[in-house]
């Protein structure tokens, strides 16, 4: 394989003529908001900063195919569901394949920052694989960050051993307090030696999760909890679990909908247990108290995810494409981060105005979506969008609540009007759409629909374009009732 650099340009793009830009940090907290240490151990982590998401890239490695415990919405011949999004595991590594593929990516992906073990099954029940992969790449990768994620049940065992490997962030699934719910979740687990069902098989789960959680947070790892949201199951019950992690130390709370089809052969899925909907979710994450540590960027991942968070570049890496050894150049890698620093930088300094010039403005909050292919810009073709970043703003500022995904629009170079149905319905409650550019049928059909498209903002970065944008509309209105 050889050591191509990807284009910075076609990451983060160009500069708006008349130098627009903005704001840095979203709703998450940043180099502002943070001790120096722990910003030093996110500001590069696409799950832990909102910010790095749009600059940084994170693959996993499926070593880890066997799990402790059954959760009513897995089927193990799919991904796991805590990190995946559904869909058949495309292959299983050896700890030594795994290192070969992690470095071949390396070498052409400047953006990758993070190697993490997220399933297929659990990374720590057979923590030795998982272990060998991180030991074998941070011998040629020192500079990785390493995550891995896991239920918690074979936590407690494994706290010194992470600690050692300065593994500096574990995910653990928690998603519930009360064994009375859990037993409606997990119908089994598998613990020193035998199967355990029922009330019994919860309380194990949540004793163990809740002790790993305290002791390896005391060891300084970053720990973020995600919490699946199942309607009618625990869903007004995860204000509790977002208050007993916190009361713990946990650092993140990612609480994802549930996924839920009768075609992925789960328990939820056959038994017709609805996922929640955007709407719903949002509800939720607004009631939560520490609205910086609550992470909304989550594109719920495979397990052999390669890339920036909402692209999949895992076919490009594939066992049978990978080279028997890597030309291995840490200078592009080197390079890229240079660059991020002075981008931030000037999207700090940006988001600053915009700031300032939404203080003045007092009005409800609107609730738009953003065609982006990273680098916090409006930077995309309405019609080549896979998934739109959806902001509310108003005149606190400019706040990142999530994403909704779509298929694009575009076909071959056509707009395809099915497509745009499936749009439409995605949009629900958003009342503007920025892109780079648009075509004048989507445009209007999406007025016919309710939904504005601005595509007066591109390359702008995403801050700045909403806050003069909705200065404007203010200011427009004042005007139409004078
Ligand atoms: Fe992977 Fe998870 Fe580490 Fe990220 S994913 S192990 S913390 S490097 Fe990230 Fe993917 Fe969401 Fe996971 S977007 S599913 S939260
Ligand atoms: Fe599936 Fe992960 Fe639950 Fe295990 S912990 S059953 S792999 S979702």
């Given at each position: 394989?050889?050591?191509?650099?990807?284009p910075l340009s076609?990451?983060?793009g160009?500069?708006?003529?008349?130098g627009?830009?903005?704001?840095?940090?979203?709703?998450a907290?940043?180099?502002?908001?943070?001790?120096p240490e722990?910003?030093?151990k996110?500001k590069?982590h696409p799950?832990y900063s909102?910010?790095?998401?749009h600059?940084?890239?994170?693959m996993?490695v499926?070593?880890?195919?066997?799990?402790?415990?059954?959760?009513?919405?897995c089927?193990?011949?799919?991904?796991?569901?805590?990190?995946?999004r559904?869909?058949?595991t495309s292959?299983?590594?050896t700890?030594?394949?795994?290192a070969?593929?992690?470095?071949?990516?390396?070498?052409?992906v400047?953006?990758?920052?993070?190697l993490?073990?997220?399933?297929?099954?659990?990374a720590?029940?057979d923590?030795k694989?998982?272990?060998e992969?991180?030991d074998r790449?941070?011998?040629?990768?020192?500079?990785?960050?390493?995550?891995?994620s896991?239920n918690?049940l074979a936590l407690?065992?494994?706290?010194d051993?992470?600690?050692?490997?300065?593994?500096?962030?574990v995910?653990?699934?928690i998603?519930?307090?009360?064994?009375?719910?859990?037993?409606r979740?997990?119908?089994?687990?598998?613990?020193r030696?035998?199967?355990?069902?029922?009330i019994?098989a919860?309380?194990i789960?949540?004793?163990?999760?809740?002790?790993g959680?305290?002791r390896?947070?005391?060891?300084?790892?970053?720990?973020k909890?995600?919490?699946v949201?199942?309607?009618?199951?625990?869903?007004?019950?995860?204000?509790?679990?977002?208050?007993?992690?916190r009361?713990r130390?946990?650092?993140?709370?990612?609480?994802?909908p549930?996924?839920?089809?009768?075609?992925h052969?789960?328990?939820?899925?056959l038994?017709?247990?609805?996922?929640p909907?955007?709407?719903?979710?949002?509800?939720?994450?607004?009631?939560?108290?520490?609205?910086a540590?609550?992470?909304?960027?989550?594109?719920q991942?495979r397990?052999?995810?390669?890339?920036?968070l909402?692209e999949d570049r895992?076919?490009?890496?594939?066992?049978?494409?990978?080279?028997e050894?890597?030309?291995?150049d840490?200078?592009p890698?080197?390079?890229?981060?240079?660059v991020?620093e002075?981008?931030r930088a000037?999207?700090?300094?940006?988001?600053?105005a915009s700031?300032?010039i939404?203080?003045?403005?007092?009005?409800?909050?609107?609730?738009?979506?953003?065609?982006?292919k990273?680098?916090?810009?409006?930077?995309?073709h309405?019609?080549h969008?896979?998934?739109?970043?959806?902001?509310?703003?108003d005149?606190r500022?400019?706040?990142f609540?999530g994403?909704?995904?779509?298929?694009?629009?575009?076909?071959?170079?056509?707009g395809?009007?099915?497509?745009?149905?499936?749009?439409?319905?995605?949009l629900?409650?958003i009342?503007?759409?920025?892109?780079?550019?648009?075509g004048?049928?989507p445009?209007?059909?999406?007025?016919a629909?309710?939904i504005?498209?601005?595509?007066?903002?591109a390359?702008?970065?995403?801050?700045t374009?909403l806050?003069?944008w909705?200065r404007?509309?203010?200011?427009?209105?004042?005007q139409?009732?004078?």
């Amino acid at each position: 394989m050889g050591q191509t650099v990807v284009p910075l340009s076609s990451i983060l793009g160009k500069p708006a003529a008349g130098g627009c830009a903005a704001k840095a940090c979203g709703t998450a907290s940043g180099s502002d908001d943070l001790p120096p240490e722990i910003w030093a151990k996110v500001k590069d982590h696409p799950c832990y900063s909102e910010d790095a998401h749009h600059y940084f890239a994170r693959m996993h490695v499926a070593v880890a195919p066997a799990c402790n415990i059954q959760c009513n919405y897995c089927n193990r011949k799919y991904d796991c569901a805590n990190e995946s999004r559904p869909g058949v595991t495309s292959e299983r590594l050896t700890p030594e394949q795994a290192a070969i593929k992690v470095l071949a990516v390396a070498a052409e992906v400047p953006q990758l920052s993070v190697l993490g073990v997220a399933g297929p099954g659990d990374a720590l029940y057979d923590a030795k694989r998982t272990f060998e992969t991180f030991d074998r790449v941070s011998q040629v990768l020192p500079d990785l960050k390493f995550c891995l994620s896991t239920n918690g049940l074979a936590l407690p065992d494994q706290v010194d051993a992470i600690a050692e490997r300065n593994i500096d962030h574990v995910t653990i699934t928690i998603n519930m307090v009360d064994p009375e719910i859990g037993a409606r979740i997990y119908p089994w687990i598998f613990f020193r030696g035998r199967r355990w069902t029922g009330i019994e098989a919860a309380r194990i789960l949540h004793e163990r999760q809740m002790e790993g959680l305290e002791r390896l947070s005391a060891k300084g790892v970053l720990i973020k909890v995600n919490s699946v949201m199942i309607p009618g199951v625990n869903d007004q019950h995860l204000v509790a679990v977002n208050a007993a992690i916190r009361a713990r130390g946990a650092f993140l709370h990612n609480i994802l909908p549930l996924i839920s089809d009768p075609a992925h052969g789960t328990r939820f899925g056959l038994d017709g247990q609805r996922g929640p909907s955007p709407a719903e979710l949002k509800d939720l994450q607004d009631q939560l108290p520490g609205q910086a540590s609550l992470m909304r960027h989550c594109r719920q991942c495979r397990a052999d995810a390669v890339g920036m968070l909402g692209e999949d570049r895992c076919q490009d890496f594939t066992l049978d494409q990978l080279p028997e050894t890597v030309a291995y150049d840490p200078r592009p890698r080197e390079l890229y981060r240079e660059v991020v620093e002075r981008e931030r930088a000037q999207r700090q300094a940006s988001a600053e105005a915009s700031r300032r010039i939404l203080a003045l403005l007092s009005a409800p909050a609107r609730l738009v979506a953003i065609c982006s292919k990273g680098g916090g810009r409006i930077n995309q073709h309405f019609g080549h969008a896979r998934e739109f970043l959806v902001y509310e703003v108003d005149g606190r500022g400019v706040r990142f609540v999530g994403h909704r995904k779509a298929q694009n629009y575009c076909l071959g170079g056509d707009g395809d009007d099915d497509r745009l149905e499936g749009i439409i319905a995605a949009l629900e409650g958003i009342d503007t759409v920025f892109a780079a550019k648009i075509g004048a049928c989507p445009k209007r059909d999406l007025a016919a629909a309710g939904i504005s498209v601005v595509d007066g903002y591109a390359q702008a970065y995403v801050e700045t374009a909403l806050a003069e944008w909705f200065r404007g509309s203010l200011a427009a209105d004042r005007q139409a009732r004078a």
